[in-house]
């Protein structure tokens, strides 16, 4: 179970640790997908570093638990709410949103399972 734990984190330490890259750098793909969603631009910095704190809340984890339990509920709502922000302007261009939502909801089972074994 711990191996898993830890696997799974890395999976998403790196995913979105490169999603929040991209979000803070001012790349044009994030700007484009806050337009389509009638979100203002000056909120893709913020979005950009609450996937960030999620993956530095994810690396904690692997040293301290209930940090990443923590850091990945709330990735599952961040994601939870980026799908629900494409379905509600009608795209159904959301298999990035589900891949991500998968891995936090993973981590997260996966932890909870990690501190009640503790």
């Not at 979105?16 to 890259?21: L, P």
């Not at 599952?76 to 509600?88: K, N």
């Not at 159904?92 to 991500?100: A, E, M, P, S, T």
Request: hydrophobic fraction near 60%; aromatic fraction near 6%; proline fraction near 4%.
């Amino acid at each position: 179970m711990q191996v898993a734990y830890v696997i799974a984190s890395i999976v998403g330490v790196v995913f979105n640790g490169g999603a929040a890259v991209i979000y803070l750098i001012g790349h044009e793909y994030p700007k484009s997908q806050a337009d389509m969603k009638g979100v203002p631009r000056r909120y893709v910095p913020v979005l950009g570093t609450l996937l960030a704190v999620g993956a530095i809340g994810l690396l904690a984890g692997l040293v301290v638990p209930p940090i990443g339990v923590v850091a990945s509920a709330g990735l599952v709502l961040y994601f939870m709410g980026a799908i629900l922000a494409h379905l509600r302007v009608g795209s159904r261009d959301i298999l990035g949103g589900i891949v991500f939502l998968v891995i936090a909801v993973t981590i997260l089972a996966l932890g909870v399972v990690r501190l009640e074994l503790a």
